[in-house]
């Protein structure tokens, strides 16, 4: 499946950006579903469920049509079921390699790096202070990038707590950035 | 450190993501060896608990929960039921019967104890007087033993009024029956004492009158 979204519009038709709330709403109660069917628990089950909503976001631009959307929800869903289980019994955290870090990283002095690594580590550190229910939240708008309305729509949670979650959730990191001596 | 700094201001504000995995889309051969994975843990879980597999576990504990709601209103209307139920069969004070139901009932009572018991007495006291009177019938008459027969008598008949009017006010009182057998046993031994009494007191004066008789007629100073 191609998720590559530069020039999607100018060949042919994909997801508009304002399309994805309505279709994330319709989407959530099947994807609650898949979850609860493989834990049997409503907490988890909306973990996997937002964290499957979240990684559609990211591919959201590159899908051609709803129907694949749908599809791509379900299988991520069922994805994240998996590694949240593997999650449990392994209790491995994700290393936090990638791409676009090692390209940037290449092109600075091994200060550069050291220095950024350690601040990605105290960022990391203050987000996990937080509640998960915020954690989520502030991986949709910090990471994903995603507007309140949509993170409304993935979330089931209304607009307005959505931004007072967020509020919170930035003071509780300043917080801990500021204890670190990064702010 | 001014780049950090401007870097992580961004952070907080939305526009520079520091852990892009987190929102990276897996590759298709991770999604379909995950999905493959899934269905196969679904359906084993299915399998092993068939009877449940449909219900999703809020479903399931509201079924437990309004089973165990159920059980215990069973359990509480049994309770009560048999609260309600026991005094009736196996109350441990008897309940005063009413006028209408005891009336047979103390009848049958106190006829049976004043047929069997009080009758008995009464009938024996009767034979005792007759034989008394008899005695006295063989032996002379005299004065004392004409006062005596005199006082035996009204005695001996007010007893037997006495336990036969007693039957009367057994059968219009709702009193126990144990009260009854107690005031009649009272009266019986009352009567038997009263009769032995006066008995006692007849032979005895018969007796005498006897031996005066006897001495009388053994006088040889007396003229025949």
Redesign the interface.
């Given at each position: 499946?191609a998720?590559n979204i530069t020039g999607c519009y100018a060949l042919f038709y994909c997801m508009a950006p304002a399309e994805f709330s309505p279709i994330a709403l319709k989407l959530r109660p099947r994807l609650m579903?898949l979850g609860?069917?493989?834990f049997?628990?409503?907490e988890a089950a909306e973990d996997a469920a937002q964290e499957a909503l979240?990684?559609l976001?990211?591919?959201w631009q590159g899908l051609p049509a709803e129907e694949d959307a749908e599809r791509l929800a379900v299988?991520?869903t069922?994805?994240a079921?998996?590694?949240a289980?593997r999650r449990m019994h392994t209790e491995l955290l994700?290393?936090?390699?990638?791409k676009?870090t090692k390209t940037e990283a290449s092109q600075t002095t091994a200060a550069d790096m050291l220095?950024?690594r350690e601040?990605?580590e105290a960022?990391?550190q203050a987000v996990s202070h937080l509640r998960p229910s915020e954690r989520r939240l502030w991986?949709m708008?910090?990471?994903?990038?995603m507007e309140t309305t949509q993170i409304a729509a993935a979330t089931g949670i209304d607009v307005r707590t959505v931004s007072a979650m967020l509020s919170s959730a930035?003071r509780k990191?300043?917080n801990e950035?500021k204890k670190g001596g990064?702010? | 450190?001014n780049l950090?700094?401007i870097?992580?201001e961004s952070?907080?504000e939305?526009?520079l993501?520091?852990?892009?995995?987190?929102?990276?889309?897996?590759s298709?051969e991770?999604?379909e060896a995950?999905?493959a994975?899934?269905?196969s843990?679904?359906a084993q879980a299915r399998s092993q608990a068939p009877a449940e597999a449909g219900l999703?576990?809020?479903r399931r504990a509201s079924l437990r929960v309004r089973a165990w709601a159920g059980l215990s209103f069973i359990a509480a209307a049994s309770v009560i039921l048999a609260f309600i139920l026991w005094p009736q069969s196996h109350s441990v004070v008897q309940p005063m019967p009413s006028a209408s139901t005891a009336a047979p009932v103390l009848a049958n009572n106190t006829a049976s104890v004043v047929s069997e018991s009080d009758t008995h007495a009464v009938a024996d006291d009767c034979a005792k007087d007759a034989a008394a009177e008899s005695r006295l019938k063989s032996l002379p008459p005299t004065s004392v033993q004409g006062a005596a027969l005199a006082e035996a008598a009204p005695v001996s008949q007010a007893n037997t009024k006495r336990g036969v009017e007693q039957q009367e006010p057994a059968q219009q009182k709702d009193v126990p029956n144990d009260y009854h057998a107690a005031e009649l046993a009272a009266i019986e031994a009352e009567t038997l004492a009263a009769l032995s009494a006066v008995e006692a007191e007849v032979l005895q004066e018969a007796v005498e009158a006897q031996q005066q008789a006897l001495a009388t007629c053994n006088s040889p100073n007396q003229p025949s």
């Open positions: 499946m998720h579903a609860l069917s493989f049997g628990d409503e979240l990684r976001w990211t591919a299988r991520l069922k994805h079921c998996i590694d289980k994700v290393p936090m390699a990638n676009t220095q950024e601040m990605r960022v990391v991986t708008f910090a990471e994903a990038q930035r990191i300043k950035l990064w702010l | 450190m950090e700094k870097k992580i952070y907080l939305g526009k993501p520091l852990q892009p995995e987190l929102t990276a889309v897996p298709d991770e999604l995950a999905e994975e899934f269905d843990l679904v999703q576990p809020a």
